[in-house]
């Protein structure tokens, strides 16, 4: 049968637009459910069993008739449609071992201690040995949206990284132009970050904010007579490692600018617009996001922290399978576990917050804010978890202000 390869063409490019990757190979697949269920979300991972129903082959007849009359269904024609039988919603980790039970969350716990200084010293290899960096990316790798109350996300933690070096690769090719790329970073600092945070996360992305990645990808879901995906159209625990030491001087255009005001939405309410014609569309989701900036970032985050190297190279060094299996099941297993604050505990950190306006009213200091406060709650909580614990104490919240005074100091000093 003779077929003609150039409405095929046409075809896959209809379906590549459903995926939110420019330039990546991927699978497509239609499922088909034959009961009504209201409980799955945009943003959930799912895993299904099925029959399996593979595309059927269309003469050139065929192929003309389906595309005089429903040119998106005449598209997913090439599709393969799976009948699911059985469906469920994935652990929210996308870690596999998490969704068949392997693991056993009180030995994670015990050896939270060991394993997070492993980690750590990992983690800053890719920030030539700055540890407290690392210790802050390690808190926002556990970070997640664990209530939403009115504006507020409760437990985002979008990390600014500035002091970050420009260090360009350089190769025989023209790398200025993000449509020879893709999405890869050509920042040699921000290629070693990527390929550590790759190696421990089940789903990330790179996204260097070139002016051609702006221009000419489409970073939220637009209904162009059919809906086409964004990049930022993604699952939950999605993290991204976003790049601002790429950005050029030029100007954005109508996608770009819409492209921006996506990503700033994403990085401040976590909630992502679906575009239509007549009408936008929001959906909550939960993203992670680490921004590499020369100087403080342009784009809204949580906490920043200048980068102070401790050498003059990033140092990688070769690690065991074991060691990062180990490190993903850590990061897993306490960034879903439940935490709480015990109401002696809730007293003490009110009532030091009091004394410590007063003080810095007599003396004339700047005041502590409610959003310092909510940062410092943020981040007791994910030192908390860190360590394996699952209840703030005084100990824990005496280092996370040690910790976060470490930061403040450094950015006074940069």
């Known amino acids: 049968m003779h077929l003609d390869s150039s409405k095929n063409e046409d075809r896959f490019k209809k379906v590549a637009s459903k995926f939110p990757f420019p330039n990546e190979d991927h699978v497509a697949a239609i499922i088909k459910f034959y009961e009504k269920d209201d409980s799955l979300k945009v943003t959930d991972v799912v895993e299904f069993i099925g029959v399996l129903s593979h595309p059927k082959e269309l003469s050139d007849d065929e192929l003309e008739q389906d595309d005089a009359e429903c040119s998106f269904d005449a598209a997913f024609s090439i599709v393969p449609c799976i009948h699911a039988i059985y469906y469920r919603p994935l652990h929210m980790s996308s870690n596999p071992l998490m969704s068949f039970r392997l693991i056993d969350p009180y030995e994670i716990q015990r050896r939270a201690s060991h394993i997070r200084n492993s980690l750590l010293q990992y983690i800053a290899t890719a920030f030539r040995g700055d540890y407290l960096v690392a210790e802050f990316v390690l808190l926002q790798l556990l970070s997640r949206i664990y209530n939403r109350r009115n504006d507020l996300t409760l437990g985002k933690l979008v990390l600014n990284i500035s002091n970050v070096p420009s260090c360009p690769i350089v190769t025989n090719e023209n790398l200025s132009s993000s449509s020879n790329l893709g999405l890869i970073h050509s920042n040699m600092f921000a290629k070693h970050v990527s ?154 950190i009110q009532n030091e917050f009091v004394n410590q306006r007063k003080n810095a009213s007599k003396t004339g200091q700047p005041l502590v804010t409610q959003a310092d406060l909510l940062l410092r709650m943020t981040l007791a909580r994910l030192v908390t978890l860190s360590f394996g614990q699952l209840e703030l104490t005084p100990e824990l919240w005496d280092y996370t202000q040690n910790l976060d005074e470490q930061r403040k100091q450094r950015i006074q000093c940069c």
């Open 195 to 348: 390929t550590v945070l790759s190696s421990l996360l089940p789903k990330y992305h790179d996204l260097p904010l070139t002016l051609s990645a702006f221009n000419e990808f489409l970073f939220y879901p637009r209904d162009n007579d059919k809906l086409d995906s964004g990049i930022l159209q993604v699952s939950q625990g999605t993290w991204f490692l976003i790049d601002e030491t790429v950005m050029e001087e030029g100007k954005l255009d109508e996608i770009g600018v819409r492209n921006l005001q996506a990503l700033n939405e994403i990085l401040d309410s976590q909630k992502l617009k679906y575009a239509f014609p007549f009408n936008d569309f929001e959906f909550e989701t939960d993203i992670g996001a680490i921004i590499l900036s020369n100087a403080r970032s342009f784009l809204p985050c949580d906490c920043i922290i200048p980068l102070l190297p401790n050498a003059e190279e990033t140092l990688m060094f070769d690690i065991q399978e074991e060691a990062l299996t180990e490190f993903r099941i850590y990061l897993s297993t306490l960034r879903c576990a439940e935490y709480s604050i015990p109401e002696n505990v809730s007293e003490h």
